[in-house]
């Protein structure tokens, strides 16, 4: 069942998937006959109970998680696990950053807080994901932001560190949309509320022997060691996120796009919407992306306009046309349109014809 609901292009939170919202509303006053809200619920409960083991289960199916990683649900958000991981892994040495953008440069100015942090390469103003790191054998771990939501650069295919060192990737904006190479990891993490669910969620990805190495000073509920050993439930968890993420779980496994089902079938879906909003940029004279196609984001799409004096015109007349959250961030300018998992076809095609037709008009 659908309806004329606009397109929401929000980087996030972002626009989840109609029948889960469905799903959440008809079972917001009584979840499965228990005459409770999942908000009213005891997260001790064995009603609640059921939904974090269902939804631990499913994310591990879809993922292929390893058996040696724990799966930990958490708050904080993604800038929170900025310094959460140095807490607990940097063991108070060094840590390499590789800078590919906005969030990548937050993540080593809050780890300078807690270890040693070099920049072992930058992306600077090139558009291109930098090939020669400068990486030190000793360091604790390297970390990478697998997909910058400001500025629109992914990694479609992760480094393999010859030094041994722990790859620490922040996936938060785009974790769900493609199988993820755990051969390559140490730790993953990212908040729900681009690809999952509202915000109010983290998950952590950490593999066993990773375990067990937290600073003095980090606090008890984020000790990743302890929230694995009580099973994401040393204190409260985000029990309502984790029940709308739970539901997303199912959705992604039964939806069936190009004969492919699953995680497959979103991964082909986001590269052919990316593939329809890159393909109409670069044909027209009128908008730009300067992200080079190698690195390009299939989920965060930032563009500028020719004259930038048009960008309110473009925005109001936007919202007009059923397509929201197109505003750029402040700190790049221009517009962007986020395509995450929610996101269907025929949005990018509402996006694309309205392109077209302003640069038809204004061009």
Not at 68 to 81: A, K, P, S
Request: aromatic share 8%.
């Amino acid at each position: 069942m659908t309806s004329a609901r606009p397109f929401n292009f929000a980087p996030g939170p972002a626009t989840l998937p109609e029948p889960v919202l469905r799903q959440v509303a008809a079972e917001m006053l009584d979840w499965h006959g228990s005459g409770m809200s999942v908000m009213e619920m005891s997260h001790r409960g064995k009603e609640f109970g059921s939904i974090l083991e269902a939804a631990e289960r499913d994310l591990r199916e879809l993922l292929a998680v390893p058996a040696n990683f724990r799966i930990l649900f958490m708050q904080g958000g993604g800038l929170g696990e900025n310094a959460i991981v140095p807490m607990n892994l940097s063991r108070g040495g060094k840590v390499d950053v590789v800078v590919t953008g906005s969030w990548s440069r937050k993540s080593a100015a809050e780890a300078r807080r807690y270890a040693d942090v070099q920049i072992a390469a930058d992306i600077g103003k090139t558009g291109v994901i930098p090939r020669d790191w400068a990486l030190r054998d000793d360091a604790a771990y390297v970390h990478v932001c697998t997909n910058e939501t400001i500025d629109g650069v992914e990694f479609h295919e992760l480094p393999q560190l010859a030094t041994g060192v722990p790859l620490v990737i922040d996936v938060s904006s785009h974790l769900l949309s493609r199988p993820i190479d755990w051969s390559r990891v140490g730790l993953a993490f990212g908040g729900a509320q681009k690809n999952i669910g509202p915000a109010g969620m983290t998950m952590v990805f950490v593999r066993d022997d990773l375990l067990g190495h937290a600073l003095d000073i980090c606090p008890s509920a984020f000790n990743y060691e302890t929230v694995a050993a009580n099973q994401s439930m040393f204190n409260t968890p985000p029990t309502f996120a984790i029940y709308v993420a739970g539901l997303v779980f199912q959705w992604v496994k039964g939806l069936e796009y190009a004969g492919k089902r699953g995680l497959a079938a979103i991964e082909q879906r986001n590269i052919d919407k990316a593939a329809l909003l890159y393909g109409a940029l670069d044909a027209s004279g009128f908008f730009k992306n300067h992200i080079d196609p190698s690195c390009r984001s299939r989920m965060n799409v930032p563009f500028l306009l020719k004259d930038d004096r048009l960008n309110e015109t473009f925005l109001a007349e936007a919202k007009s046309a059923g397509l929201l959250s197109l505003k750029g961030h402040k700190s790049v300018g221009g517009m962007r349109a986020s395509i995450y998992n929610a996101m269907p076809l025929e949005g990018v095609q509402a996006l694309v014809g309205f392109l077209k037709d302003f640069e038809a008009r204004h061009g």
